[in-house]
C-alpha cells in the first residue's frame, strides 16, 4: 500500500482524529486510505447503514450522540454465547467467529476492527467469498500475532479501506475513525 501523500480535506480531518486518538503524531505517515474510502464511509452512514465492530471497547468509544443523531444501529457480537460455541467448535478466536456470525450483516456496513487480526481476516475470507460486502472497512487491529500481516491483506481486496499498517491501531483509532466518520457524515461543512 503506497503513502497517500495527498490527502483530501476529509482524510486529513479523519486523520487528525486518529492522531488525536493515539496522542502519537507520528503515525500519520501509517496510516493509508484506499481511494474514496472516507466518501464512501460517509454515505454508508447518510443509508443508515449498520456499524460492525470487532470488540465492545469500539462499540463504547463510538460516541452514544452521534450514532443517535445519524441513525445507524451499532452491533458486535464479540460475548454473545452462540459466539463463543462456534468458535469452540471451529477452533477459531471468538473475535473471528463473531465476524462469521454477523456475515448476514455485512453487506453495505461500515465494519471498523480496533483489536483482533483474526476478526479482520474473517472478514477479509468473507469478502473474497464473496459472503459479505461492506462499504468501508475500518482495519486497525493491534498487536504483533498476525496484526500487520492481517493490514497487508486489506489492499489485496476490492473492498473501501482505513487501516494503520504495522503493528499499530487499537480500539482508540478505531472508534476515533468512526467518530470522524460520523461527525462528517452529519456535518456538511466539514
Not at 500519520?28 to 443509508?47: K, L, M, Q, T, W
Amino acid at each position: 500500500m503506497p503513502p497517500t501523500p495527498h490527502l483530501t480535506a476529509r482524510e486529513r480531518y479523519v486523520l487528525g482524529r486518529i492522531v488525536r486518538a493515539e496522542g502519537e503524531p507520528q503515525i500519520v505517515d501509517s496510516v493509508r486510505f484506499s481511494e474514496g474510502a472516507v466518501e464512501r464511509g460517509i454515505a454508508a452512514i447518510r443509508r443508515g447503514a449498520t456499524i460492525v465492530t470487532d470488540v465492545r471497547m469500539v462499540e463504547v468509544g463510538t460516541s452514544k450522540a452521534l450514532l443517535a443523531r445519524a441513525g445507524n444501529p451499532i452491533t458486535t457480537m464479540i460475548d454473545a454465547p452462540s459466539v463463543a460455541q462456534r468458535a469452540k467448535r471451529a477452533g477459531i478466536t471468538r473475535s473471528a467467529a463473531a465476524m462469521l456470525e454477523l456475515t448476514p450483516q455485512l453487506h453495505g456496513a461500515v465494519v471498523a476492527i480496533g483489536n483482533a487480526p483474526t476478526a479482520l481476516l474473517a472478514l477479509l475470507d468473507a469478502v473474497d467469498e464473496q459472503t459479505a460486502a461492506p462499504a468501508l472497512i475500518i482495519g486497525m487491529p493491534v498487536g504483533f500475532v498476525a496484526c500487520a500481516e492481517a493490514k497487508d491483506e486489506i489492499g489485496k481486496r476490492p473492498a473501501a479501506y482505513i487501516t494503520i499498517l504495522g503493528n499499530r491501531g487499537g480500539s482508540s483509532a478505531a472508534a476515533a475513525t468512526l467518530n470522524a466518520l460520523l461527525t462528517l457524515a452529519l456535518d456538511e461543512s466539514l
